[in-house]
């Protein structure tokens, strides 16, 4: 009776199993909403009118290819990637690996840990709508709005994942469909992103370590 009491028990736990999530209130973003704003995350001096704080605003101009001319004759936007740390902390990494060039990481220290994602220079609007853990695979889903205003646009999230193990970790990507507003009569919206303008916009999946 001990026997079948136990394995009723541990088939309960299997079937309610799920994914943890990354609350979005906890993510810091660009353009992004039900994200927290990065523009609260960095002090501002007193008549700096600018849409982001010093950092963040250097990270969007260099995704926006400011710095380089034509973005789309750029390479594919390549890799996300983790960071250590959180908050500021997590900021100053993605800023000296997206504007300095350094190599992006595969392996941070164990302790807290962000991972970086972003959508360069795209016509739609990009949000993240859920972010979850299962074991050691994260999975972020996305989704391009289509927007009727014609401007070209980054968005930008660092994603805290709290106390990372000593481990190998894999982020994937899910793209859902692509969001339409009310059909307007002789309006066109942006067609979904795709194939090699998909990996020329958006951060790819990666694998990294923590050590």
């Known amino acids: 009776m001990y026997r079948i009491t136990l394995a009723v028990f ?3 736990l299997a079937s309610t199993a799920h994914a943890d999530e990354v609350p979005l209130k906890s993510i810091w973003a ?11 995350l960095e002090p501002r001096t007193e008549g700096d009118n600018r849409e982001f704080g010093p950092l963040m605003h250097t990270i969007y101009r260099t995704m ?10 750029r390479p594919d936007a390549g890799p996300g990637f983790p960071v250590p740390g959180e908050d500021i902390a997590a900021l100053n990494a993605a800023y000296d690996i997206l504007v300095g060039q350094y190599d992006r990481p595969t392996k941070v220290p164990s302790g807290e840990v962000s991972l970086v994602f972003f959508a360069r220079r795209s016509s ?9 853990r299962e074991g050691n695979i994260f999975t972020l889903t996305y989704r391009f709005h289509a927007s009727r205003r014609g401007l070209v646009t980054g968005h930008f999230a660092l994603i805290p994942l ?5 481990g190998k ?19 066109v ?3 979904p992103i795709e194939g090699e303008r998909l990996k020329r916009t958006v951060s790819e999946p990666y694998s990294f ?3």
């Open 10 to 12: 541990v088939g309960l």
């Open 30 to 40: 660009a353009n992004m909403p039900d994200a927290r704003n990065i523009r609260d």
């Open 64 to 73: 926006q290819g400011g710095r380089s001319g034509d973005l789309w004759g």
């Open 124 to 132: 739609g609007d990009c949000y993240l709508e859920k972010v979850s």
């Open 162 to 166: 709290g106390i990372l193990e000593s």
């Open 169 to 187: 970790y894999e982020v994937r990507n899910v793209q859902l469909p692509m969001a339409h507003p009310p059909t307007e009569e002789g309006v």
């Open 189 to 191: 919206y942006t067609p």
């Open 209 to 211: 370590e923590v050590k």
